[in-house]
């Protein structure tokens, strides 16, 4: 940014209208602040920078997606919504300098803390967080092949939305059609992810001690060496909810070229449960 503020930020994709806040107290930007914003694999993410405008009429909601009203000493903030298992900190800046008794969020009162027209606190979300390339496990650098060992379990929320994504799409595929990675995106995939992998390379899985057939990979429609990308299986058919281990045999690798496993197809989950206070 080479003008000075401030300026107003805020997300056009995957959530249309929020907008971020900097640290503290402040609610604009300024030339020179550092924005610094965590992405999923594979995720995108659109931002709409643009010159603010001093509006003290208005409550305005920073960090989550809602609906505000002041009645009275309360705040009510309806229709938050947030990523199952997530806990954000959301900001108001109030149009005036009024100090409150109560904020409630989506039917539930929370703790806040206020510094003038500042009110702010910590929301956490209902349901157990699984992002978007969920990865089992966690990537260890020093990890130079061999067998690596680990355990998973599945959110219910993400088999509701594969199904969902079946009947918005309800297209036959066929045997052909299953066999591109990038179709038939209600199937849950496993995907076994190698830094500079050769499709020649002897890579096994054994799921809940059983052998399992791995898939090889590619980024285009027929084999080719030069587009390999990886190993997947097609876990669709498991239950939600129950735990799953699963080990992997891996020729000898270069420290951190095992990247890991992660989940394919889930795609962001947005939703307005708060979590019980006791549950945090």
Request: zero cysteines.
């Amino acid at each position: 940014i080479t003008r000075p503020g401030p300026y107003k930020i805020k997300t056009l994709y995957p959530l249309d209208g929020l907008q971020i806040s900097p640290a503290g107290n402040a609610i604009h930007w300024q030339q020179g602040d550092l924005l610094h914003l965590d992405m999923d694999g594979t995720s995108a993410l659109v931002l709409s920078i643009e010159p603010a405008t001093q509006d003290d009429t208005a409550t305005r909601l920073f960090n989550v997606t809602g609906k505000t009203k002041l009645t009275g000493t309360t705040l009510y903030l309806d229709d938050v919504t947030g990523e199952p298992g997530s806990e954000v900190n959301w900001k108001v800046a109030l149009p005036q300098s009024k100090s409150l008794s109560n904020v409630i969020i989506n039917g539930k009162g929370t703790s806040f803390v206020q510094q003038g027209k500042i009110v702010s606190g910590d929301v956490t979300f209902a349901g157990r967080s699984f992002r978007t390339m969920q990865q089992v496990g966690k990537f260890d650098p020093l990890f130079a092949g061999g067998k690596y060992e680990n355990s998973f379990s599945i959110p219910a929320w993400v088999f509701k939305q594969l199904k969902q994504r079946k009947n918005a799409w309800p297209i036959k595929w066929t045997k052909a059609d299953f066999e591109t990675t990038w179709l038939a995106p209600e199937r849950l995939l496993l995907y076994i992810q190698v830094a500079e992998p050769e499709d020649s390379m002897q890579v096994s899985m054994r799921m809940n001690g059983k052998t399992v057939e791995l898939v090889k990979a590619y980024s285009s429609v027929r084999p080719n060496r030069r587009s390999f990308v990886g190993w997947y299986f097609d876990i669709s058919k498991l239950a939600p909810e129950v735990v799953n281990s699963v080990e992997l045999s891996l020729p000898v690798l270069r420290p951190g070229q095992f990247q890991g496993i992660f989940f394919e197809n889930v795609e962001k989950e947005y939703i307005t449960g708060i979590a019980d206070k006791k549950n945090k």
